[in-house]
């Protein structure tokens, strides 16, 4: 069951003083010390960067509207940042964690407080790291909580669970990828899938410990699961029971029923479990692999249990459950294609009926020329041709204090070079570039951006997150997207709210969103190797009239490079 009272959280009723009303505001205060810690998973023992010693992280837990103070201690030898995945971040940009986009990072030694109130928004969302491939170990769920007297718009479960979805390496995740970058080539996929930390037994291994679900007989449960992994969309299943899900990146969503969901890096989905399976015992829990390029992955599959209360302790055996093919894109289809907006008077869908921005970017990879790599070449990834360079100093820095020549705002709001984007004997550069470039928006400007998968190497499923926004995903189709008639289907009246979207392998999905929020936002792809070779891009939002929509001013222990 969630705490709301939870180990190293202190809650404080203050006065909050809004325009013309005086409130009471929930300002809750968490520390957090970064440091390396010893942990045990495949038979291996490694030292890995945590969050107070924790793997996966402690939880976060507020209400709507509360205010969130973290104050983040950087006790280990990497910079550090923490992004808080799915934070609307209004008007607070200082506190949303990239990486030379919205901070300078954290040296080793150093603090910094995130401040940041959680406005409009409940449900399941995560933090991670936002520098190097941290996150792989550095990540915990946020759970927001409804305001007070406020029901979910489903029956009330009788007990909760986060369930968080990782990979683990046998070896340093840093080593793996500065390898890869030293040779130009992929890096080792990881060795296991992690649930809740725990990876499934293995064999001629002392450890057996895996992670169980304990459930009672007519309860109703719902979980909270998180896919943290680094490079890996995942199916989950539960052997013999049904999944009702009812909220996907803390919106919520029409209810419905499936025995395998499939989530993507950077997403979160809230699901009812009611344990009413009449032959009580123990099920497999298993988290799988999605796939459907022909791209190496971890093709290991994780395993839990679910336990009711008689077989807590028996070592009988469970009923088991196949994991879908790796490439059973028809399941996953049929899972996304389910999600609709709630929609209700309470929990309305405001997509923007009309356009001031019409963006088209392609996305995927490449090779470039390296004289001193592997094979002569260096896989790179892009966006509309722009491979995207990290600055010295964080963007929302120096576009605050105009200060010049760290980034321009000439991002291209089409690809420079059209061609047959997901066509066969593609070749492997069409030009790519490199640059910081950022797309400038007016303030409360709507967009409308068409995401194209390319084939370029191969085809792939690409999860985007955009930081700052939340966005609704309007259509998506395969192949080659087509402005006279796809728009024609486009869904504007129910929508899945999200803020992070898988590109279909082959295809292209659009989103609508409207920019109320100034600052400057991430856009990049979630699989943590493409954003590495450049795969994103960020969006520059000006300030609109007066104070209530301007960005507020850097706090005083702002990190400085």
């Not at 790291?129 to 170990?137: E, F, G």
């Not at 570039?433 to 910081?436: E, I, N, P, R, W």
């Given at each position: 069951?969630?705490?709301?009272?939870?180990?190293?959280?202190?809650?404080?009723?203050v006065a909050?003083?809004?325009?013309?009303?005086?409130?009471?505001?929930r300002?809750?205060?968490?520390?957090?010390?970064v440091?390396?810690?010893?942990?045990?998973r495949?038979?291996?023992?490694k030292?890995i960067?945590?969050?107070?010693g924790?793997?996966?992280?402690?939880?976060?837990?507020?209400?709507?509207?509360?205010?969130?103070?973290?104050k983040?201690?950087n006790?280990?030898?990497y910079?550090?940042?923490?992004h808080?995945?799915?934070?609307?971040?209004?008007?607070?940009g200082w506190?949303?964690?990239?990486?030379?986009?919205?901070q300078?990072?954290?040296?080793?030694?150093?603090?910094?407080?995130?401040?940041?109130?959680?406005?409009?928004?409940r449900?399941?969302?995560?933090?991670h790291?936002?520098?190097?491939?941290?996150?792989?170990?550095v990540?915990g769920?946020?759970v927001i909580?409804?305001?007070l007297?406020?029901p979910?718009?489903?029956?009330?479960?009788?007990?909760e669970?986060?369930i968080?979805?990782?990979?683990?390496?046998?070896?340093?995740v840093e080593?793996?990828?500065?390898?890869?970058?030293?040779?130009?080539?992929?890096?080792?996929?990881?060795?296991?899938?992690?649930?809740?930390?725990?990876?499934?037994p293995?064999k001629?291994?002392?450890?057996?410990e895996m992670?169980?679900?304990?459930?009672k007989?007519?309860?109703?449960?719902?979980?909270?699961i998180?896919?943290?992994?680094?490079?890996?969309?995942l199916f989950?299943?539960?052997?013999?029971?049904?999944?009702?899900?009812?909220?996907?990146?803390?919106t919520?969503?029409?209810?419905?029923?499936?025995?395998?969901?499939v989530?993507s890096p950077?997403?979160?989905?809230?699901?009812?479990?009611?344990?009413n399976?009449k032959?009580?015992?123990?099920?497999?829990?298993?988290v799988?692999?999605?796939m459907?390029?022909?791209?190496?992955?971890?093709?290991?599959?994780?395993?839990?249990?679910?336990?009711?209360?008689?077989?807590?302790?028996?070592?009988?055996?469970?009923?088991?459950?196949?994991?879908?093919p790796?490439?059973?894109?028809?399941?996953a289809?049929?899972?996304?294609?389910?999600?609709r907006?709630?929609?209700?008077k309470?929990?309305?869908?405001?997509?923007?009926q009309?356009?001031?921005?019409s963006?088209?970017?392609?996305?995927?990879?490449?090779?470039?020329?390296c004289?001193t790599?592997v094979?002569?070449s260096?896989?790179?990834?892009?966006i509309?041709?722009?491979?995207?360079v990290?600055?010295?100093?964080?963007?929302?820095?120096?576009?605050?204090?105009?200060i010049?020549?760290?980034?321009?705002?000439?991002?291209?709001?089409?690809?420079?070079?059209?061609?047959?984007?997901?066509?066969?004997?593609q070749?492997?550069?069409v030009?790519t570039?490199?640059?910081?470039k950022?797309?400038?928006?007016?303030?409360?400007?709507?967009?409308?951006?068409v995401?194209?998968?390319?084939?370029?190497i191969?085809p792939e499923?690409?999860?985007?997150?955009?930081h700052?926004?939340?966005f609704?995903?309007v259509?998506?189709?395969?192949?080659?997207?087509?402005?006279?008639?796809?728009?024609?289907?486009?869904?504007?009246?129910?929508?899945?709210?999200r803020?992070?979207?898988?590109?279909?392998?082959?295809?292209?999905?659009?989103?609508?969103?409207?920019?109320d929020?100034p600052?400057?936002?991430?856009f990049?792809?979630?699989?943590?190797?493409?954003?590495?070779?450049?795969?994103?891009?960020?969006f520059?939002?000006?300030?609109?009239k007066?104070?209530s929509?301007?960005?507020?001013p850097?706090?005083?222990?702002?990190?400085?490079?």
């Open positions: 069951m969630v705490n709301l009272m939870e180990r190293g959280v202190l809650l404080v009723l909050c003083i809004l325009p013309a009303i005086l409130v009471e505001c300002v809750r205060h968490y520390k957090f010390n440091v390396m810690k010893n942990h045990t495949q038979c291996s023992t030292s960067v945590t969050v107070n924790k793997f996966p992280g402690p939880t976060i837990v507020a209400r709507e509207d509360d205010t969130v103070l973290v983040v201690v006790h280990v030898k910079n550090l940042t923490i808080w995945h799915g934070i609307r971040q209004i008007r607070t506190s949303d964690g990239p990486a030379y986009i919205a300078c990072p954290i040296q080793p030694g150093q603090t910094y407080t995130y401040n940041f109130t959680v406005t409009g928004q449900g399941t969302l995560f933090y790291a936002h520098i190097l491939w941290l996150r792989a170990t990540h769920a946020i909580l409804p305001k007297g406020v979910y718009p489903f029956p009330k479960p009788d007990k669970n986060i968080v979805l990782g990979e683990w390496w046998k070896s340093d080593a793996v990828i500065n390898e890869a970058l030293k040779s130009g080539l992929a890096p080792n996929v990881s060795d296991a899938h992690t649930i809740n930390g725990y990876t499934r293995v001629n291994c002392n450890s057996k992670f169980n679900i304990h459930v007989p007519g309860k109703r449960y719902m979980l909270r998180i896919n943290a992994a680094l490079n890996e969309e989950f299943k539960i052997a013999d029971h049904k999944l009702t899900v009812v909220e996907v990146d803390a919520y969503v029409k209810p419905f029923k499936t025995d395998t969901i989530i950077g997403q979160t989905t809230n699901v009812i479990l009611e344990a399976n032959a009580m015992g123990k099920y497999l829990v298993v799988s692999p999605f459907d390029a022909p791209v190496p992955v971890d093709n290991a599959t994780g395993f839990a249990t679910l336990r009711y209360p008689a077989f807590r302790h028996k070592t009988l055996s469970a009923t088991l459950t196949a994991p879908p790796i490439n059973a894109t028809a399941v289809d049929n899972f996304t294609n389910a999600l907006s709630l929609n209700t309470e929990f309305p869908a405001k997509v923007p009309k356009v001031d921005h963006l088209f970017f392609t996305v995927g990879l490449g090779v470039n020329p004289k790599c094979n002569g260096r896989i790179v990834a892009d509309n041709n722009i491979t995207f990290m600055p010295d100093i964080s963007i929302l820095q120096a576009h605050y204090y105009n010049s020549g760290v980034f321009t705002d000439d991002f291209p709001a089409k690809p420079p070079t059209p061609f047959n984007f997901t066509g066969n004997n070749v492997t550069n030009g570039t490199k640059g910081t950022v797309y400038r928006l007016p303030y409360n400007a709507t967009v409308q951006l995401l194209q998968d390319t084939a370029i191969a499923n690409h999860p985007f997150h955009l700052g926004f939340n609704f995903v259509g998506k189709g395969v192949g080659n997207f087509n402005p006279k008639n796809d728009p024609k289907k486009f869904n504007l009246v129910d929508p899945v709210e803020n992070t979207i898988g590109v279909p392998s082959g295809g292209w999905a659009a989103i609508r969103f409207r920019a929020n600052g400057v936002w991430f990049h792809c979630h699989l943590e190797i493409h954003t590495t070779w450049g795969l994103k891009m960020a520059l939002v000006d300030d609109g007066g104070p929509e301007s960005l507020l850097p706090p005083n222990d702002f990190p400085k490079c």
